[in-house]
């Protein structure tokens, strides 16, 4: 009888030996669907008997490392879910987990999978309104957080259970520590179900409300072979991924991913970015495989790339749109070209420029195998358009999409509507299957009746070496409804004021046919969830209330 293990690694091999074979993955691949999957229990633990190979690497700030073989992360995971349960953690419990990137995070992960727990990830950034909520909604019922973070519960109410992770506990919490003088034999209490419940993700909340989003053991465990094909990663790469613990990419390409190709999870822990130490580490520990947020990318590129000796062999970034000047700075300094893809919280990666595929610049890819891809018509809703919602098939679901909004049975109605998932981003394909991101549904907006993507005029504009950021939102216009309007942060050497506005302006006619070059700009700090995206509604809203502070490119005609 075939096992779930041999399932999952025959479809994780099939895309490991095609690579760089789009068509042939694209094509040849089936999702594994066993009715039975523990990732923790089926796959890792398998991968890690007996092996002495590096599992985590984390570099501290001060130089200070610590290294884990996946032989240590199985026994010590182990010894983590004989502790919880010991402290009441049973299967189908809520566990908050608020944690950096320490190896607590990494052992707290598999030993809740281990006890059929789920997990609510949260970054140690929140703090106890966003606590309150989390609770809340999500019924927790135990939570484990760093010691020096236990202070913002002291105003969250709720009977969960309290575990510190370092430091002298305060009075009633109970040490984390004490886990690993528990026993490193662990026995399930009985089997996973493929669709348990895992993880419960709150979204980082750009327009709205967050929203809950619920996976199960395959949904992320199995659906991240798409995620481990797009980065290209291979058996014994080291992987830097830098990403927030608690949000849903730091699950993609600091755990999954990753372990999903028996790879090693490398960290650089840092309390503020600093470019030419990264490259350093990234040099001295042998990175092959790198992915960032285009707003790490766009502070690599303000460096100087040459620091690096010895690039990675792949490069990646996902977050956000990447836009074609910093792809083509880093082709130009390292020699190999950043590709990019994209999925939300709610899935793996959907589309993605993978190994070997031909590039088209401005491009996100081609749909990830194991994904079947529609652009929705924006009147008819209809499937095949060239250019529209981007939305998945449901007559063909792919394992890598959640279950749903968890408590809010309408608001999953509606995303599954038709039988197709809708993202909510709107795309463009080429006759060659390629999609190009034009934006977010509620962002893409029209001005003198011409349809304007604010990531194309954010993308022109960061093509200036005066624009370090930027984001484009409709201003209110009586002739023309709206007009494109671009809040800029400055590159270093550059002051806000008119001179620099001028230039912009200019720069906007000179490479934006005339309907879409910016008539509004501000210099302003850009506001941003606790993951890093930008909270465009607030600029809008900002906008719509007017600035003293805002030029007009009439104003330098």
Not at 177 to 192: K, L, R
Not at 402 to 429: F, I, K, L, Q
């Amino acid at each position: 009888m075939t096992t779930a293990t041999e399932v999952f690694r025959t479809a994780r091999d099939f895309l490991l030996e095609h690579r760089e074979d789009y068509t042939r993955a694209y094509e040849g691949f089936a999702w594994p669907r066993p009715e039975h999957f523990n990732w923790a229990l089926d796959w890792f633990d398998v991968i890690a008997e007996g092996n002495d190979r590096t599992a985590l690497h984390i570099v501290e700030e001060d130089g200070t490392e610590t290294r884990l073989s996946f032989a240590e992360m199985a026994e010590r995971s182990n010894r983590v879910a004989a502790h919880l349960r010991a402290r009441g953690v049973a299967a189908e419990d809520r566990i908050l987990v608020m944690l950096g990137n320490q190896a607590e995070l990494w052992e707290t992960a598999l030993a809740a999978m281990k006890l059929r727990a789920v997990v609510i990830p949260a970054t140690p950034l929140l703090g106890p309104a966003d606590l309150c909520d989390r609770v809340e909604r999500g019924r927790v019922k135990h939570v484990l957080v760093r010691a020096e973070d236990t202070a913002k519960f002291d105003d969250v109410p709720g009977t969960y259970t309290r575990i510190a992770v370092g430091g002298l506990p305060r009075e009633g919490w109970e040490p984390y520590e004490d886990a690993y003088a528990a026993s490193p034999d662990f026995v399930p209490d009985g089997p996973t179900l493929a669709d348990d419940p895992l993880m419960l993700y709150f979204t980082s909340g750009t327009t709205a409300r967050p929203k809950l989003v619920e996976h199960t053991h395959t949904s992320y465990p199995v659906g991240h072979l798409a995620t481990m094909y797009w980065i290209g990663l291979r058996p014994g790469d080291v992987h830097l991924n830098i990403s927030s613990p608690g949000w849903a990419k730091h699950a993609w390409s600091n755990l999954f991913a990753p372990w999903n190709a028996e790879a090693t999870v490398f960290i650089h822990n840092y309390t503020r970015f600093d470019p030419a130490r990264l490259m350093a580490e990234m040099d001295r520990h042998g990175v092959t495989t790198f992915c960032a947020p285009p707003t790490v990318w766009r502070m690599l590129i303000q460096a100087d790339l040459s620091q690096l000796a010895t690039p990675p062999r792949e490069v990646v970034a996902a977050g956000e749109p990447l836009n074609p000047e910093v792809i083509e700075q880093v082709r130009r300094a390292w020699g190999i070209t950043i590709r990019d893809g994209f999925g939300q919280t709610e899935t793996a990666v959907q589309v993605s420029n993978s190994p070997g595929q031909t590039l088209k610049t401005g491009s996100m890819g081609r749909p990830s195998p194991g994904y079947r891809v529609e652009l929705l018509d924006p009147v008819s809703g209809a499937p095949g358009a060239d250019e529209g919602e981007i939305a998945l098939d449901l007559s063909e679901r792919p394992v890598g999409l959640m279950t749903g909004y968890h408590g809010d049975p309408d608001r999953t109605a509606e995303a599954m509507a038709g039988g197709y998932y809708r993202t909510g981003d709107v795309a463009s394909r080429d006759a060659d299957g390629y999609l190009t991101y034009i934006g977010r549904s509620d962002d893409v907006f029209k001005a003198s009746d011409y349809k304007i993507s604010p990531f194309e005029l954010e993308s022109a504009l960061l093509e200036h070496e005066a624009v370090a950021e930027a984001a484009v939102v409709p201003a209110p216009d009586e002739l023309r409804l709206a007009v494109p309007k671009a809040y800029v942060v400055l590159a270093e050497g550059w002051q806000p004021g008119p001179d620099t506005a001028k230039v912009l302006f200019e720069h906007s006619r000179q490479v934006l046919a005339p309907y879409k070059r910016l008539r509004r700009l501000e210099f302003a700090a850009l506001p941003k969830t606790v993951s890093g995206k930008i909270r465009r509604i607030e600029l809008r809203e900002a906008t719509a209330a007017g600035s003293d502070h805002e030029y007009r490119e009439e104003d330098f005609r």
